[in-house]
């Protein structure tokens, strides 16, 4: 009799584990009448979850510069996403993009890309925390694209006018816990960037699942930022189109396997470097304390003041 009790706990969980492991499935793609955004992906929620805070909230104030400011839109030729600045090559002056696979049809390699290029345009409404009079579109380069279930991720590069500030990748441990507060920003409805507050519920398969404010179409491609200024997932789906239900990111470790699967494992690594540039530099053979961005103090001739 303990043994059939056994067996029949053990099979009940193994089961729930296989349930809880499985991706909701996509039911279909909506893109709005009138709208210049690209199709977003519909997923079936399993728990039927209905959000009860209302319509979603854009936030665009300037106190929400910093994020604005490296969140951009995505125009290709079916229509337009959105996409995050997460690196910025002053040596070559060269900006990267995150975004979302499903912008383009199946799925494209960096070496495929190389043979064969693939461009876009990007819309920026900020030059850092400073807002334009009028957005102000580049032409970027698609280094690659993935649309496998899971995956759901790309990465574009172009050259700025400015030394774009940006939202590096965050080492693919970090803590993300049930109520946790995100900032999703994003062009629903092809719009002007706007950010909205998300709360992390959980991992689900391979999708980080996210409450309130859920994504609207026009919003795929969109970073999921922290307020201590790391990426940590990539908008690609909604269970409801009016934003009334729950959001579907991409999360680090699917974006990690893609990235590397690219040779583009470098950039996943950015973050280690960002702490010294946060550093206060106070010189005293310098007192106007202006710095570049990419400037790290190391040691050297100083004099010791008493």
């Known amino acids: 009799m303990k043994f059939k009790i056994f067996l029949f706990s053990f099979c009940f969980f193994v089961l729930f584990l296989i349930n809880f492991n499985k991706n909701d499935k996509i039911i279909g793609y909506s893109k709005p009448i009138n709208q210049d955004s690209i199709a977003m992906p519909i997923v079936s929620d399993r728990y039927k979850v209905r959000d009860l805070w209302g319509a979603p909230q854009a936030k665009r104030d300037y106190q929400y510069a910093r994020f604005l400011s490296a969140s951009v839109k995505i125009s290709v030729d079916e229509g337009s996403g959105s996409g995050t600045l997460v690196y910025y090559d002053s040596q070559k002056n060269e900006a990267y993009v995150a975004s979302c696979g499903h912008l383009w ?39 690659f694209w993935s649309n496998k279930r899971g995956y759901d991720c790309s990465l574009i590069k172009f ?13 693919i441990n970090y803590p993300l816990s049930k109520g946790l507060r995100f900032n999703s920003c994003g062009c629903d409805a092809g719009s002007e960037v706007a ?23 026009g919003r795929s491609g969109g970073g999921l930022l922290t307020d201590d200024g790391y990426y940590v997932g990539t908008c690609w789906g909604t269970s409801d189109v009016d934003g009334s239900g729950i959001g579907y990111f991409t999360p680090l470790k699917s974006i990690y396997v893609i990235y590397q699967e690219n040779n583009f494992g470098w950039i996943l690594n950015v973050s280690s470097n960002i702490l010294a ?27 010791i003041v008493p």
């Open 195 to 217: 950010l909205y507050d998300v709360y992390f519920e959980e991992f689900r398969g391979n999708d980080i699942i996210t409450m309130k404010n859920s994504p609207r179409p």
């Open 105 to 143: 049809s199946g799925s494209k390699s960096y070496s495929e890309l190389l043979e064969n290029p693939e461009t876009c345009k990007i819309t920026v409404w900020y030059h850092n925390e400073t807002k334009l009079k009028n957005p102000i579109n580049y032409s970027a380069n698609v280094l």
């Open 277 to 303: 540039r946060k550093i206060p530099i106070k010189d005293i053979n310098n007192k106007q304390g202006k710095y570049s961005s990419e400037y790290i103090p190391a040691p050297g001739n100083f004099n």
């Open 159 to 171: 050259k700025p006018d400015w030394k774009p500030n940006f939202f590096p990748f965050a080492k």
